[in-house]
């Protein structure tokens, strides 16, 4: 599969468990962050997003924490299972501006 | 199924040849953008076009051309290829007001 990165964190989690991934932001004036998920040999997938007016939103087994205070972003897995063992991304939209910054991304590996 | 298609997968080609990697979206999308992603440097945005007929530079324009002539399709040309432009290749698009991506399945490029 395709290379994302050759020095990424990695968390490694059991299969069950609930999985932490967390980010930092830059950028005070952002007004939408978004979580993707990268498998192997695929581009990144959405998975939620949560507006800067926000500080918590959940969706299918996951969560998305907004601390605007310490610009501070995380994302939760519930009952980590083995399909989602890949790299996670966390991005921020600028306001005012059509880009997405992304962060370097976090490894995730879940183990039976 | 909704889906950007990007083409080719794999491309190897030579120093100054020029080349054009394909991008086409079927969800009538006005937004569509490239990214390239390298180890290390994360996903960086190239170019992004905000409708037809209206492009414009991300952060790493050099080297790079695109054209929005029709609303699903958003071509990337490197007219004179180098090796710094190897890199994994990656066309996204989304409507207007929406911070979510959809993402291609990328383009490996070696330039030798």
């Known amino acids: 599969g395709e290379s994302v990165g050759l020095h990424l964190p990695t968390l490694s989690v059991q299969e069950g468990d609930n999985s932490i991934i967390n980010c930092a932001y830059s950028n005070s004036a952002s007004d939408y962050f978004i979580w993707y998920k990268q498998e192997s040999g695929k581009g990144p997938q959405f998975i939620i997003d949560?507006?800067?007016?926000?500080d918590k939103r959940q969706g299918q087994r996951v969560t998305v924490l907004l601390n605007k205070t310490v610009k501070h972003l995380s994302l939760q897995i519930a009952a980590t299972q083995p399909g989602d063992s890949a790299v996670y991304f966390c991005?921020?939209?600028?306001?005012?501006?059509?880009?997405?910054?992304f962060g370097a991304g976090t490894r995730l590996a879940v183990h039976p | 199924e909704a889906q950007v298609t990007q083409n080719p997968r794999y491309l190897i080609t030579v120093t100054g040849k020029k080349l054009t990697v394909t991008c086409s979206q079927n969800m009538n999308h006005e937004y569509m953008s490239w990214y390239r992603q390298d180890p290390g440097l994360g996903l960086r945005q190239i170019y992004y076009s905000m409708n037809v007929e209206v492009t414009d530079k991300g952060d790493v324009p050099e080297g790079y051309k695109v054209s929005r002539k029709e609303k699903r399709n958003f071509p990337l040309i490197l007219e004179s290829p180098s090796p710094n432009q190897t890199s994994l290749y990656f066309c996204?698009?989304?409507?207007?007001?929406?911070?979510?991506?959809?993402f291609g399945s990328g383009t490996r490029l070696t330039v030798v």
């Open positions: 996204a698009s989304s409507f207007q007001d929406r911070a979510g991506y959809t």
């Open positions: 991005a921020e939209r600028p306001g005012g501006y059509n880009k997405l910054i």
């Open positions: 949560i507006r800067s007016n926000m």
